[in-house]
């Protein structure tokens, strides 16, 4: 069954530090979002992108953020300088085509922590 | 201001015992309603998805009903399991300023005990 997969699983870092999580979508996916779920909180969209551009994004996803998505299957979210309060678990999802009730399916998450 | 309840926060039942989650909705305009089962420490997983129309629909041991005139719905399970043990949220997609959005809920804890 297809899947999104995520790296790293978990990834200790030092305040101030950049970070780059990556995510390989299901492939003939052409939505793909990243959340974020601060632990024992709500899960959170940060940005979702579409035809290789950010079509929405959230006021969490201020200018430390980025995405990109440098091939025909990665997707990756980079987090320019990490902050204590970055420190969360992160999501890629992706869902196809129709703009409908697609269904969305989520990574395994990374996992941050920012010392 | 969109927003997703549900409740109860926690919930524990004992083996084999069947339990209902809410989730009520102040979204608008409503477009569908999803129901997601998260692990501890894993991504979601979606158990349905409900569109305006739709009243009931199940998958396996769980049943989800939505009931659109009062923005409610609830996700019924039947003979609980011990692997049923995950946080369930409830997620409305809905169109804001024109574009897709999902709004989630914060989840029930479930615990499944023997």
């Known amino acids: 069954e297809p899947e999104v997969t995520q790296t790293p699983s978990h990834q200790v870092t030092q305040m101030g530090q950049e970070v780059i999580l990556r995510c390989v979508p299901i492939?003939?996916?052409?939505?793909f979002y990243w959340y974020r779920q601060i632990l024992g909180q709500k899960v959170e969209f940060l940005v979702s992108?579409?035809?290789?551009?950010?079509?929405?994004k959230s006021e969490i996803f201020d200018d430390q953020f980025s995405v990109e998505r440098p091939d025909g299957s990665n997707f990756t979210l980079k987090i320019r300088s990490t902050k204590l309060e970055d420190s969360a678990m992160y999501f890629c999802?992706?869902?196809?085509?129709?703009?409908?009730?697609?269904?969305?399916?989520f990574g395994e998450g990374s996992r941050l922590t920012v010392l | 201001k969109n927003q997703v309840e549900q409740s109860p926060q926690s919930l524990i039942i004992l083996e084999g015992k069947n339990c209902t989650l809410q989730?009520?909705?102040?979204?608008?305009?409503?477009?569908?309603l999803r129901w997601y089962k998260q692990d501890t420490g894993r991504g979601p997983v979606s158990l349905t998805i409900?569109?305006?129309?739709?009243n009931t629909k199940s998958n396996g041991r769980y049943t989800a009903t939505l009931d659109a005139d009062t923005k409610q719905s609830s996700l019924h399970i039947t003979a609980s399991q011990l692997s049923d043990s995950a946080s369930y949220i409830c997620?409305?997609?809905?169109?804001?300023?024109?574009?897709?959005?999902?709004?989630f809920g914060s989840g029930t804890r479930l615990q499944v005990q023997p």
């Open positions: 999802a992706s869902r196809g085509a129709g703009v409908g009730t697609g269904e969305l399916f």
């Open positions: 492939s003939n996916h052409l939505y």
């Open positions: 992108f579409y035809n290789n551009e950010i079509s929405e």
């Open positions: 989730c009520n909705y102040t979204v608008s305009p409503f477009s569908n």
């Open positions: 409900m569109t305006f129309s739709e």
């Open positions: 997620v409305v997609s809905h169109m804001d300023t024109g574009r897709r959005a999902l709004t």
